[in-house]
Structures are given as C-alpha cells and as structure tokens.
Nanobody, 125 residues
Framework: VQLQASGGGLVQAGGSLRLSCAAS????????LGWFRQAPEKEREFVAA????????SYADSVKGRFTISRDNAKNTVYLQMNSLKPEDTAVYYC???????????????????WGQGTLVTVSS
C-alpha cells in the first residue's frame, strides 16, 4: 500500500488543521493506521492510531482531547483533526499503515511497514 499525506501548513497557536492520508491498494479497511510526528532534533513519536475497527483508537497523552483520528474506508483515507494547536505540536507528521497490528502495538512505529512521505505542521506562538 502507498500512502500520501497532506494538509500541513502554518497556523497560529489555538488554531486547527486537518491532515489527510490517502492510501492506494486493496484491503484498506483491514489496516490499522497511525499518525506519528518528528520535531527538529527529536525522535519520531506516536500521535494517534485507529484500528481496522474504527471504534478502537489510541492517543498520545500530549494530544488527547485536542486531536481526533478517523477513517473513511470508502475513500481509503485516514484523517487527523487537530484543534487547539500549540507551538510544541510543530513537526513533520507521518501516516503509517499495516495489517495485523494488535491494540498494544498500535503506538509502536516498528509495528508499521508502510509510511507516507510526511507533511509539515508549523504552529506559531
């Protein structure tokens, strides 16, 4: 599967952005999907994930209550709605996908074999 992330940009603190990640290939509905981010000079970190079951989601504590992950299987797309953005949310955001990921593994980047190219989110103070 190939992933194409989009929707990044420059926004003021307190603002909102919605990231999208479109997937090509078959069996999209069977994939777990994740969003990760990497800020300058920092390691890649988990942001949010959604199971093949859209009712099963996971969030990093730093974004819980502000970000929402969702999926549209008809459009082969996963979304990350980001509200109340903070300067510390500034990073390149990556989407990831794979099959057969159990809930306890959804936060681990190594669980995902397929990655998008990243989209830059910059939050100004």
């Amino acid at each position: 599967v190939q992933l194409q992330a989009s929707g990044g940009g420059l926004v003021q603190a307190g603002g909102s952005l919605r990231l999208s990640c479109a997937a090509s290939g078959q069996s999209f509905s069977t994939y777990a999907l994740g969003w990760f981010r990497q800020a300058p000079e920092k390691e890649r970190e988990f942001v949010a994930a959604i199971s093949w079951n859209p009712d099963t989601t996971s969030y990093a504590d730093s974004v819980k209550g502000r970000f929402t992950i969702s999926r549209d299987n008809a459009k082969n797309t996963v979304y990350l709605q980001m509200n109340s953005l903070k300067p510390e949310d500034t990073a390149v955001y990556y989407c990831a996908a794979d099959q057969g990921i159990i809930y306890s593994e959804m936060r681990r980047s190594r669980a995902y074999d397929y990655w998008g190219q990243g989209t830059l989110v910059t939050v100004s103070s």
